[in-house]
């Protein structure tokens, strides 16, 4: 037997019942009651039937606990399992983030030596402070993604809104993302006629952003049809959003007779006769491009 909270529920009926007839034969108010003279007070008989359907129902549901049992350890290993993928994720993130701050350590280093060879002048601490700075700011925003179009007015806890759009895109059935910190970036505005405010969201490591990145198409998909002007982004730098925003521009005044979407940093073009349906699109666009060629002007201009 599977075991399932109705099955558990039903059980539980059972047992109540049975227990309530004996009760009843030995005119006992609770269990507490029941004792050795009450019992022996009782017609052997339908007191020997209710002990013998008392005892089937025992053994009819021993299966069940076992099951339920099963169940309770696979949750647990589950657990710990996800617990472990997270801390490996967290680790193979620490030893990137080494790897990267070496490295980018050597090139500013290089850099600043083939720059200032001529005059032998020793290298800017500053410069080498800069280079690190850079990697660590890339590694926070690579924990981070950002959801644009939500009302101000649609829920006054953005981390709960970061709950609800990762439950909301996540297609597998193991443990959702766990979100570390959601904030909406900028000042509200007094009047509420202004653009909404971007919320943005943190995990707990670089991949689970990746991951829900590649998902978010299905807001789109939602039956629900406020969600469809909702959409995600990377944590973009400075530099990163004024490029990107000058692809955006590029692309909506590139030639109408074509699809037009962004990737790794360029525009791509392809036929509209050769697009024979939106699935086609679909596995061509990445997860932000799409939505910026659907919604052209809804774009993250000047944030």
């Not at 005119?27 to 039937?49: C, F, G, I």
Request: a positive charge.
């Amino acid at each position: 037997m599977d075991f399932s909270v109705e099955h558990l529920n039903r059980f539980e009926k059972e047992l109540s019942s049975a227990m309530n007839e004996i009760l009843k034969m030995s005119k006992a108010q609770s269990v507490t009651e029941l004792n050795h003279s009450r019992l022996m007070a009782v017609n052997k008989d339908p007191l020997a039937t209710a002990v013998e359907n008392l005892s089937k129902l025992m053994t009819s549901n021993l299966e069940l606990c076992k099951c339920a049992a099963s169940t309770i350890d696979k949750l647990k290993s589950d657990q710990l399992n996800y617990q472990k993928d997270q801390i490996k994720q967290q680790q193979e993130q620490l030893d990137s983030f080494k790897t990267t701050v070496h490295t980018e350590m050597k090139t500013a280093w290089s850099d600043i030596v083939k720059k200032n060879c001529e005059t032998t002048s020793t290298p800017s601490i500053n410069s080498i402070k800069t280079a690190v700075k850079t990697v660590v700011e890339d590694d926070i925003r690579s924990k981070n993604f950002i959801i644009y179009g939500v009302p101000e007015n649609y829920s006054p806890d953005p981390h709960l809104v970061a709950e609800e759009v990762i439950e909301l895109i996540w297609e597998s059935s193991g443990c959702d993302p766990k979100v570390v910190a959601a904030n909406s970036i900028g000042t509200k505005t007094t009047s509420g006629s202004g653009k909404p405010r971007p919320i943005k969201v943190t995990l707990a490591c670089a991949e689970s952003v990746k991951m829900v990145l590649a998902r978010a198409r299905n807001l789109k998909k939602s039956n629900y049809v406020a969600y469809h002007t909702w959409y995600i982004t990377p944590d973009r730098s400075k530099e990163e959003r004024a490029a990107h925003q000058k692809l955006v521009k590029e692309m909506i005044t590139a030639q109408p007779t074509k699809y037009h979407y962004i990737r790794d940093g360029k525009i791509f073009s392809v036929d509209k006769v050769k697009v024979s349906n939106s699935v086609f699109l679909l596995s061509i666009f990445n997860y932000f491009d799409l939505n910026v060629w659907l919604m052209h002007v809804f774009v993250d201009f000047g944030r």
